[in-house]
């Protein structure tokens, strides 16, 4: 059974809230590059961008928005090695001395985040990396946090946090799966 803690008003408002956060930490958007982690996070990441733009003047969230696709640097290819890869886009201006906000839906163990930092390193060296995350959900890996978060969701290790947005799955909410046998 499945407990839903956000819905489309609540993304959408904490997304709002992390766009402000970038900016203020950023002193704007000026050397701002905000790269997504496919699948959730790429969208995440252009709304990031769109809101930004419309807060920044000026700001193009083309120029500023791209993807980083992560699947050959993940330490879990040989349990799930049927992951597509996904183009990474990065924008025209690059990454070199740029300020970099890696995006994604769900921060757990840290190893996705530790895999993208190896697939930037591969692409440039920016100024400064910082992490969005739309959920925290703890029970972290590796020593890894986020700089930007949507909401703090303390979970079991048992139980799944479902992201569900509206541009993949037709819908627009998080939730709480329990594990097998809670009630």
């Not at 982690?37 to 193009?60: F, K, N, S």
């Not at 799930?80 to 757990?108: A, F």
């Amino acid at each position: 059974m499945a407990r839903t803690v956000l819905q489309q008003a609540d993304i959408a408002r904490a997304l709002t809230r992390i766009s402000h956060e970038i900016l203020e930490s950023n002193r704007g958007a000026n050397d701002l590059v905000i790269l997504g982690i496919p699948t959730r996070g790429v969208i995440l990441a252009d709304r990031i961008g769109r809101i930004i733009a419309d807060i920044e003047p000026g700001t193009d969230p083309g120029a500023i928005v791209g993807s980083l696709d992560i699947t050959m640097y993940r330490d879990d290819l040989a349990k799930h090695p049927t992951r597509t890869p996904s183009p990474t886009q990065v924008p025209r201006q690059g990454i070199d001395g740029k300020t970099v906000v890696l995006v994604d839906d769900v921060l757990y163990s840290g190893r996705t985040i530790r895999a993208a930092l190896d697939a930037l390193n591969d692409l440039g060296r920016p100024r400064v990396v910082r992490l969005a995350t739309l959920v925290d959900r703890g029970h972290r890996d590796l020593p890894i946090r986020a700089d930007f978060v949507g909401k703090n969701l303390p979970t079991s290790r048992e139980e799944r946090i479902n992201v569900r947005l509206a541009e993949i799955d037709g819908t627009e909410e998080v939730s709480i799966e329990e594990a097998a046998g809670e009630r």
